[in-house]
Nanobody
Framework: QVQLVESGGGLVQPGGSLKLSCATS????????TGWFRQAPGKEREFVAA????????YYAASVKGRFTISRDSAKNTVDLHMNSLKAEDTAVYYC???????????????????WGQGTQVTVAS
């Protein structure tokens, strides 16, 4: 059984930075495809970023590309989401999700991830 625990959310001003971490247990993080999703109030949950198992290729939603970076620390068994140049529209609950070896076209689909964290709130406001 894989367990995921997110941390690092909080309140940040527009233009600021924040790092979210997803601590993983039950399986080596390098063997998991891990994604970050977010859900803003009144909106559906959407894909943010993902990192594939093994090779570690990364993928981003168009809305965050160039501002967010997903990375994996195999020693700590964590997957981090570094968020820069934050905007008000980045305000949401951010969820970490994990699955097995996923093909590229499946990475953006939350249905492909059987394991989810509890979520962490990110609020971007002045």
């Amino acid at each position: 059984q894989v367990q995921l625990v997110e941390s690092g959310g909080g309140l940040v001003q527009p233009g600021g930075s924040l790092k979210l971490s997803c601590a993983t247990s039950g399986r080596a993080v390098a063997r998991l495809s891990t994604g970050w999703f977010r859900q803003a109030p009144g909106k559906e949950r959407e894909f943010v970023a993902a990192i594939k198992s093994n090779g570690g290729s990364t993928y981003y939603a168009a809305s965050v590309k160039g501002r967010f970076t997903i990375s994996r620390d195999s020693a700590k068994n964590t997957v981090d989401l570094h968020m820069n140049s934050l905007k008000a529209e980045d305000t949401a609950v951010y969820y970490c999700a994990a699955g097995g070896s996923l093909i590229t076209s499946s990475l953006t689909s939350q249905n492909q991830y059987p394991y989810w964290g509890q979520g962490t709130q990110v609020t971007v406001a002045s």
